[in-house]
């Protein structure tokens, strides 16, 4: 058990922010799986402070998701405040991240991520007036500095748990490195040494054995992972597993098809199908990483647009997974290319229901065709 002020969280593991990702229905899967602290998407401030209704829709959050951190991106400080002060008093959520490590170039150019690397000034004026206008902890996610360069994370950080923040998250590279090299940790361990506050180190953790080291080598007291869950929750469990020297099983190839369609059902609580079949298309792809002929079912996945198809396809996967290795080899080419046919064959169903459906609602309402 570690705190963030007054915030008690469960474990060491906590989910990073991603944008398109960390929706409700990923995070409770996340929940699930026994993360101890999971971060929301970033949302825009403006977005908030005009109440754009999508984005106050992705504030919501379910009575299960304690501790939860909502992760806000902007630069002005009024639009920050507004923004901070809603999620403080508006949304259940526990604790409030201010974003200064997204390195996309929309972001940065208005000054926002990132970008507030290169204006510590600006960056701890922000913190300190959010800091002064909210009751929950705030938190700043940030990178080690502009480019190789210019590294402050040590006197930024410094400077932010003066200004009151409650704790850092620190991903190891540079915005110049946007996802390329590696992650260098040495830098979360020279954070932890410098701040009285908790410290998350971040980037690159894919196993429970790296989440144990990482742990170990900096002192931090937890590890944030983003890419590595996508597509296997049980990353979490394995984690949680190896810190408290239990045993896990591994999960079947069986259960990793049943938790894709768990996960689109979960999606479609919060989406129109069509949408959260279309954002399943990715993450069914990642489930499947490894499996045999993955990659030729990554093709069938990408093209699934109901959970009908999804269902299905998975169900003749799921069975050709069942036989022998041999019995694979042997019915691979000719699977796949029925697998194809099957998809075809139900978006024609699927569209003359549709055409039905079209024919019926023009009908009821009148339409003579
Ligand atoms: C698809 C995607 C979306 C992301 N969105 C955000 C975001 O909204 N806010 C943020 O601070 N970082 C975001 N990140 C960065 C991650 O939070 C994390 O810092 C980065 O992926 C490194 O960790 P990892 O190697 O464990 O993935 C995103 C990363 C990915 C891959």
């Known amino acids: 058990m570690w705190k963030i002020r007054e915030v008690d969280i469960a474990n060491p593991i906590v989910i990073a922010p991603m ?18 602290l999971i971060y929301t998407e970033m949302v825009s401030d403006k977005a908030i402070a005009y109440h754009d209704k999508k984005t106050l829709e992705m504030t919501r959050m379910d009575k299960e998701e304690h501790p939860l951190t ?36 929309k972001i940065v150019s208005v000054g926002s991520g990132a970008a507030l690397l290169k204006r510590p000034e600006a960056a701890v004026e922000l ?32 400077r932010l748990e ?36 908790p410290v998350i180190g971040n980037g690159d953790i894919q196993s429970a054995i790296e989440a144990e080291r990482r742990l170990q080598e900096t002192g931090c007291d937890a ?37 894709i369609l768990e996960h689109a059902r979960r999606l479609m609580q919060i989406k129109a199908e069509p949408v959260a079949i279309k954002e399943m298309r990715g993450h069914a792809c990642w489930y499947i990483q490894g499996m045999p002929f993955n990659n030729r079912m990554k ?4 093209k699934v647009s109901s959970y009908v198809e999804l269902n299905e396809l998975l169900t003749r996967y799921g069975e050709f997974l069942a036989l022998s290795k ?38 009821s309402c009148g339409i003579d065709r």
């Not at 080899?329 to 978006?347: N, T, V, Y």
């Open 127 to 158: 913190v300190h007036a959010i800091v002064q206008e909210v009751r929950k902890p705030v938190t700043v996610k940030m990178r080690l500095g502009w480019d190789e360069h210019s590294i402050c994370c040590v006197q930024l950080a410094q």
């Open 299 to 302: 093709d069938l996945l990408t």
């Open 19 to 36: 944008a398109g990702v960390s929706n409700l229905a990923f995070r409770s899967i996340a929940r699930q799986f026994g993360a101890g």
């Open 162 to 197: 003066k200004a009151g923040a409650s704790a850092i998250a620190l991903h190891g590279r540079t915005r110049e490195q946007m996802y390329t090299g590696k992650a260098d940790w040495s830098w979360v361990k020279r954070v932890k040494e410098a701040v009285s506050i």
């Open 70 to 105: 909502m992760q806000l991106f902007g630069h002005d400080l009024d639009s920050m405040i507004t923004a901070a002060r809603y999620l403080d008093q508006q949304t259940e959520c526990d604790l409030i991240d201010i974003n200064m490590g997204c390195p996309v170039k």
């Open 326 to 363: 041999e019995e694979q080899a042997e019915q691979s080419a000719g699977f796949l290319d029925r697998c194809g046919k099957w998809l075809q064959q139900i978006k024609e169903e699927e569209e003359i229901k549709d055409g039905n459906s079209i024919i019926v609602t023009e009908k």
């Open 223 to 259: 590890v944030m992972i983003g890419r590595g869950v996508l597509g296997d929750p049980w990353l979490i469990q394995r984690v949680n597993a190896r810190l408290s020297h239990e045993s896990m099983q591994l999960q079947s190839e069986e259960e990793k098809l049943q938790w």
